[in-house]
């Protein structure tokens, strides 16, 4: 006998791969746009460290945004893809098959994570061919720490998802809740410097921990070190979860 | 006889809107059973809260001796649902479509003989945002119908649909009860639920106000009958009096419209027409419909 929550998962992971695969905007902004703001900055200013930029001084690494951009563009995707599904009563169609609300969530998560490894496989791969010597980190230590990072991340998107209103807003909802997570995440500016409220929302969005893990993985302090913030990754998603339970609308 | 489904006192509200009000019926094994009225009368409230989709306020329910809400997973397996207006996912492909459902339940049906019944073989690479409504209503019916189900619930199956694609449909329809399962549908279409129901209950403002076949309902509230002909002979008003209430009208010939009422009343006008040797050269009768049923008990038509 199988878990219930196993009945039909590996299907409808495959069949809702497939349908991503066939969509063309969506397909472009998941794998290529975080490819190219990381080109794009690798270019101008240097990948890696900052201080090694030749021109100007960048505070941040290009390779921590993209990979964080990754998980946000998944995490758009997945609001997006819900309240399309729930406008067009798909939902509610498959809710009323004998497959699991889990399974039916759940199958959505695995699709964005199948992507979120090509789109940094497809950034590894540019790394290493136009900037030869500077990737010096652990491809899969990193690939695990963006995959921790995107998960906890989309448990926020079903929260989003769950408030809005219509497909129409997706896109532009995701947005406006997400960037600033970005801006708050101690990307470009050190978290111990806001003052002390801010520092509390920052600590409370998963952005935050996952920027903080990234760094640790691509200087080399690993995971030992930031335990703390993997820690947090999984709480925020349990509580994030816990909370998209309690408000999320099937139709 | 046990009924299939047995709904009783069932009453649901969203906020301060009364969607159901102890709504009460009894469903049988192999008929097709319609709950007829207009939009937001409440008809795919109680369905869905039949279906175990929708957590009544009040009332019992019973699906094949099951509780739809305690009970879901096995009755799940059991019965077969078609939503109002919906869709799947645009890109999916009839066959995926067909496969995915396939793998949920534990006994299930040939999938190509299922998509030939349903006219679907064509179709089966095609994506869904392709298809015509037709066909993605069929397709619906396929995804009902995979496992065999012993209920088979549909809402507003024909909504929006051409006429042509209305009758295929409604043959499928017909078909699924012909093989022994049980068909509960909705429908705002008074000419659907006369063709296709065996029994039907009209539901206004969340109330059943009437149930039974259509045959009685149109007997009981509309027994009126209208006999048309026209004649070219003269005197034929006067020739008719034994039947009374006769207008006649002039048009190309003579038109006569006679009303009365009753099961012989059209067998009396012709008894008396066949004895004066009147020269009829057009007869057709008018027999009221359910739609005429609809607009008595509610002083308004389905569409108002």
């Known amino acids: 006998m199988r878990p219930p929550f196993l009945r039909g998962f590996w299907k409808l992971t495959w069949v809702e791969t497939k349908i991503f695969a066939r969509e063309p905007m969506g397909f472009v902004a998941t794998l290529i746009m975080p490819l190219v703001v990381f080109i794009f900055l690798g270019r101008v200013f240097g990948i890696g460290k900052s201080v090694t930029a030749p021109q100007v001084d960048l505070p941040f690494n290009p390779a921590i945004l993209a990979a964080v951009l990754i998980a946000i563009s998944a995490v758009q995707s997945l609001v997006a893809i819900i309240s399309i599904y729930r406008e067009g009563g798909i939902l509610k169609r498959l809710r009323s098959t004998p497959l699991s609300p889990v399974t039916i969530m759940g199958a959505q998560v695995a699709?964005?994570?199948v992507f979120t490894v090509i789109s940094l496989?497809?950034?590894?791969?540019?790394?290493?061919?136009?900037?030869?010597g500077v990737l010096q980190v652990n491809v899969f230590s990193f690939t695990v720490a963006v995959l921790l990072s995107t998960f906890s991340i989309l448990s926020l998107?079903?929260?989003i998802a769950s408030v809005v209103p219509t497909a129409r807003f997706a896109q532009p909802v995701s947005a406006a809740v997400l960037y600033p997570m970005l801006a708050l995440s101690g990307l470009f500016y050190p978290v111990d410097r806001f003052p002390r409220a801010l520092k509390t929302v920052a600590y409370l969005l998963p952005p935050t921990h996952a920027v903080a893990l990234l760094k640790g993985v691509w200087d080399g302090s690993g995971w030992g070190a930031h335990w703390m913030n993997v820690a947090a990754l999984f709480v925020l998603f349990a509580a994030y979860t816990a909370v998209s339970t309690r408000v999320f609308r099937w139709e | 006889m046990n009924p299939v489904i047995a709904v009783s006192n069932l009453g649901k509200r969203y906020g301060r809107t009364?969607?159901?009000d102890e709504v009460s019926l009894e469903v049988f094994e192999g008929e097709i059973f319609g709950l007829i009225g207009p939009n937001g009368a409440g008809k795919t409230t109680t369905m869905e809260c039949v279906e175990g989709n929708r957590v009544p306020d009040k009332g019992t329910i019973s699906v094949l001796g099951l509780d739809p809400r305690?009970?879901?997973?096995?009755?799940?397996?059991?019965?077969?649902?078609?939503?109002?207006?919906?869709?799947?996912?645009?890109?999916?492909?009839?066959?995926?479509?067909?496969?995915?459902?396939?793998?949920?339940?534990?006994r299930v049906v040939d999938t190509d003989a299922l998509l030939a019944r349903l006219g679907l073989e064509a179709k089966r690479d095609a994506w869904f945002m392709t298809l015509s409504g037709g066909q993605k209503q069929r397709l619906f019916i396929a995804l009902a119908l995979i496992h065999e189900p012993e209920v088979v619930f549909l809402d507003e199956l024909t909504t929006g649909l051409d006429p042509q694609a209305r009758r295929a449909i409604w043959a499928l329809v017909t078909g699924i009860r012909d093989r022994g399962t049980t068909v509960f549908l909705t429908t705002h279409l008074m000419e659907e639920a006369e063709r296709l129901c065996d029994r039907v209950a009209i539901i206004e403002h969340g109330r059943i106000i009437e149930l039974g076949t259509p045959?009685?309902?149109?007997?009981?509230?509309?027994?009126?009958?209208?006999v048309v002909f026209t004649s070219d002979d003269a005197n034929v008003a006067e020739r008719l009096q034994g039947l009374g209430g006769v207008e006649h009208t002039e048009g190309n010939g003579l038109t006569y419209t006679i009303r009365g009422s009753g099961d012989d009343f059209v067998t009396d006008v012709i008894n008396i027409i066949a004895r004066e040797g009147i020269r009829v050269r057009g007869f057709r009768t008018e027999i009221p419909t359910l739609e005429d049923v609809f607009l008595k008990l509610t002083g308004h038509g389905i569409r108002d």
């Open chain 1, 111 to 113: 699709v964005k994570l």
């Open chain 1, 121 to 132: 496989a497809l950034l590894m791969i540019a790394g290493k061919r136009l900037f030869p």
């Open chain 1, 157 to 159: 998107g079903f929260v």
């Open chain 2, 18 to 20: 009364i969607a159901v």
């Open chain 2, 70 to 106: 305690r009970d879901a997973n096995a009755l799940r397996q059991r019965i077969g649902v078609q939503h109002q207006e919906a869709h799947l996912q645009k890109r999916i492909k009839v066959w995926e479509a067909v496969d995915l459902w396939r793998s949920l339940y534990t």
């Open chain 2, 215 to 226: 045959d009685e309902l149109v007997q009981k509230h509309c027994p009126e009958r209208t």
